[in-house]
Each structure stands twice: as C-alpha cells, then as structure tokens.
C-alpha cells in the first residue's frame, strides 16, 4: 500500500512541487485545496506524474474552521491511517482584517492548521511514522507574540505575516510537547524553505516589497529547490530526521530558530490560547 500525504495549498508553489516529488516517489497525495478549480488542474498535473498513485482533491479552505473541521473528519472517515500531514499554506495578507480578536493571516496559517493537525491525528497516529511539517519561514524573526490574538494594535501586512510564520514554529514546538504527553509516535518539523519564485509574492508590499525587488534577480530559487526540506521531511527516513523532532529546517539540516520570543512560556501560552479559541467555537479536540 502507498504511503499517504495530506498538503495543504497543493496546487500552488512549493506545496505543487513537494506534491509532484512524492507523488513520483509513490506517495498517494490528499490535495487540500480552497479553490475547487485550480485544485483539479493541480491534480491532474500531480496525476500526471505517476499514473500508478492516487492524487484526490479536498476542497478546504483554511479561513473557515468550520470547513476544515468538516473536510478533515471525512478525510479521517474514509482514510484511516495517513503518514504526512504538511501543513504548507500560507499567504502574504493583501489588508488586514480580523475573525474576532483574531488577525486572518494568524487564523488561516495558525489556528486552522492547529484544527487541521488535531482533527488527522488519529490517522496519523495509526502509521507508525506519521509526521506533521509545518511551513514556516525565516520572516519568523519579525513575528511578535504580544501582538497575537487581539485587535487593539493593529500589525502591518508584514508585521502579520511574521507573526504567522513564528506561530507556526510555536506550534510546532507545542505539538511536540502534546504528542509526548499522548506518549504519541508522531513526530513533528517546521522549516524555512528559502526565498522561492512562486505565486507568494503577489501582494507582498512594504519593506518585503523592496527586498524582493532588489533581490529577486541573485537570490530567489525556483519552486524545485524551495521544496527540498518540504520533500525530505516527508520522505526522509524516520531514524534519520527523528532525533531533530520539534525543530527547525533549511533545506535537509536543522537549525537555531531566530526570535527571542520562542520560550516555553510563549510555546504553551500559544497552545492554549489556540485550544481556547478552537473549544469556544464547539470542535471537540
Ligand atoms: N515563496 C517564498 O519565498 C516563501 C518563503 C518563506 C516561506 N514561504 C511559505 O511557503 C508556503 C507556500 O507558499 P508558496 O511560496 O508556495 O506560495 P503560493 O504559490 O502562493 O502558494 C500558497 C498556497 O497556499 C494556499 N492558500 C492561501 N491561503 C489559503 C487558505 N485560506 N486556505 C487554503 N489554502 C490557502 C494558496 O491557495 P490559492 O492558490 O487558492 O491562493 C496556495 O495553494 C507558505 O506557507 C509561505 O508562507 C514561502
């Protein structure tokens, strides 16, 4: 039987190249995709890859918990064991706006990959190697934990991204901690993947703007190099990236986060204020 991988934002960037790699290694790919449209054109080109594994759409959209919720208890229905969740969407905010006290860059690339994660647990606990990725950045080291979860001071576009990409290494810090509590064999990674040509930098602005403009011509990698961590985070043998659990890649090494706001404190603080958050909206964790 193939492995199995669960992606989010499969039909786009470094998510549709981590996509093709390991659907050419054999790899059955769950494309979770919030646009039904472009999920099924990306389908078809991972298909096409390897005719002899199984590439099937969900359409999700991480802004809505209560579809994620939704998709992610089906998908357990009909998939009981899956070996990879890589939690891979993301995006640069075009405005900032809010679900509550809750900024939307933090909501869809934190909170519902928190929901997501939990919901597919049991799946992923039933493959004996089950490992959850989780796309961060290096725009980790301009995140800023006090801004988080209110809406009193209100973040530039790439203040929110930042604090996106740091609450993903929190979580992934936080889930270690809770898999361990479960005496869980699952084990759990973020990772920069390098600053990569895809659709990401459609609304960037500001100073990330600047940057990319000045440097995109020497520095940028194509999609391919971009998913080298993604990949082989997915597909590494376990021995070899378990002793790495809970922390941080480029590319296939694991290195020192870079924010002095990744503590303990801030990692448990984050986690339950995330449950909070997930239990006052009813989902049963
Ligand atoms: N490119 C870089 O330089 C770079 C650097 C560091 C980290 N990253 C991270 O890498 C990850 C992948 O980005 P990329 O560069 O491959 O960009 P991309 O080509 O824009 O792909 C982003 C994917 O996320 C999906 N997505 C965005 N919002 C979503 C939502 N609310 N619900 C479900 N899916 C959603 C997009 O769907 P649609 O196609 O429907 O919009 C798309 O499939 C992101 O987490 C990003 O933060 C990228």
Not at 74 to 92: F, H, R, S, W
Request: net charge positive.
């Amino acid at each position: 039987m193939n492995k199995i991988v669960a992606i989010t934002g499969a039909n786009s960037g470094i998510g549709l190249t981590a996509a093709q790699d390991l659907a050419r290694q054999g790899f059955d790919i769950l494309a979770l995709c919030r646009n039904k449209q472009k999920g099924e054109e990306a389908v078809k080109i991972i298909q096409a890859e390897n005719p002899a594994i199984k590439c099937e759409l969900w359409v999700m959209d991480l802004s809505n918990l209560q579809q994620v919720s939704t998709v992610a208890e089906q998908i357990l229905a009909k998939y009981p064991k899956i070996d990879v969740l890589l939690n891979n969407a993301g995006y640069y905010p075009a405005s900032i706006t809010y679900t509550g006290e809750i900024e939307d860059t933090l909501y869809a690339s934190h909170v519902a990959h928190q929901l997501l994660t939990l919901k597919l647990l049991p799946a992923l606990e039933a493959s004996g190697e089950g490992r959850v990725i989780n796309v961060s950045s290096m725009a980790h080291m301009g995140g800023k934990v006090a801004r988080f979860f209110q809406n009193t001071k209100k973040p530039s576009h790439t203040q929110a991204y930042c604090d996106a990409k740091l609450a993903n290494i929190l979580f992934t810090v936080g889930l270690k901690k809770y898999l361990a509590s479960r005496k869980s064999e699952v084990t759990t990674y973020s990772l920069h993947p390098g600053p990569v040509k895809t659709n990401f930098e459609n609304n960037v602005s500001g100073v990330f703007r600047f940057l990319i403009t000045i440097f995109k011509p020497f520095i940028f990698i194509d999609a391919v190099q971009g998913a080298v961590a993604s990949i082989y985070l997915s597909s590494a043998p376990l021995n070899e990236i378990k002793p790495f659990d809970g922390q941080y890649f480029i590319k296939k090494r694991a290195v020192k986060t870079q924010n002095r706001d990744i503590t303990p404190e801030n990692v448990d603080w984050q986690w339950k204020k995330t449950m909070e958050i997930l239990q006052s909206k009813g989902f049963a964790l």
